[in-house]
Nanobody, 124 residues
């Protein structure tokens, strides 16, 4: 069992930046890690994910060029650097882990463990 705890959310103005962190504990192995988000009234959507070896990353088109995912396997932590934030980035952001080393993409059903979420609010 893997436990995931997110941190780093908050309120920022348009074009601001935030860095989210996700700390994993429990039986942590070679896992694809990802970030998803869910705005009120909308379905949960994939933002980004990264292979265990960091050899490959995936990004949603809406965040390409603005968000960067990274991980520190020694610390069992994955990060999401978010720059040039827009009001449409406002959502609850969730960390997720899959029982595989290589990510298949940004599909909710491919991830097995979820954090409780951290709120990101971008105001104009």
């Amino acid at each position: 069992q893997v436990q995931l705890v997110e941190s780093g959310g908050g309120s920022v103005q348009v074009e601001g930046s935030l860095r989210l962190s996700c700390s994993a504990s429990g039986v942590v192995g070679r896992q694809c890690m990802g970030w998803f988000r869910q705005a009120p009234g909308k379905e949960r959507e994939g933002v980004s994910c990264i292979n265990w070896s960091t050899s490959n990353t995936f990004y949603a088109d809406s965040v390409k060029g603005r968000f960067t995912i990274s991980r520190d396997n020694a610390k069992n932590t994955v990060y999401l650097q978010m720059n040039s934030l827009k009001p449409e980035d406002t959502a609850m952001y969730y960390c997720a882990a899959a029982n595989r080393a290589y990510c298949l993409g940004l599909f909710v059903e491919d991830f097995d463990y979820w954090g409780q979420g951290t709120q990101v609010t971008v105001s104009s």
